[in-house]
């Protein structure tokens, strides 16, 4: 019979993690007025891996 139990795939989500939360940190920190950064610092753990990993795409795209 059927024990209910489905295969599942194990990886690592760790960096999602601390991007995550370091964006919540940064994010409560601006609102509450402790820091005065840009927003596109405290937004930086989102769209800084995302650049780079453009970035490094296309380096691999250009150099083949």
């Known amino acids: 019979g059927e024990s209910g ?5 194990t990886y690592s989500n760790k960096p999602l993690w ?3 939360g370091l964006t ?3 994010f409560e920190l601006k609102v509450n007025g402790i820091i005065a950064w840009s ?3 405290v937004l930086s753990p989102i769209w800084i891996p995302i650049v780079c990993s453009f ?3 296309l380096i691999v795209h250009l150099t083949e």
Not at 5 to 9: G, P, Q
């Open 24 to 26: 919540f940190l940064f």
């Open 39 to 41: 927003w596109w610092w």
């Open 18 to 20: 601390i991007l995550g």
């Open 55 to 57: 970035v490094i795409v």
């Open 5 to 9: 139990k489905m295969a599942t795939v």
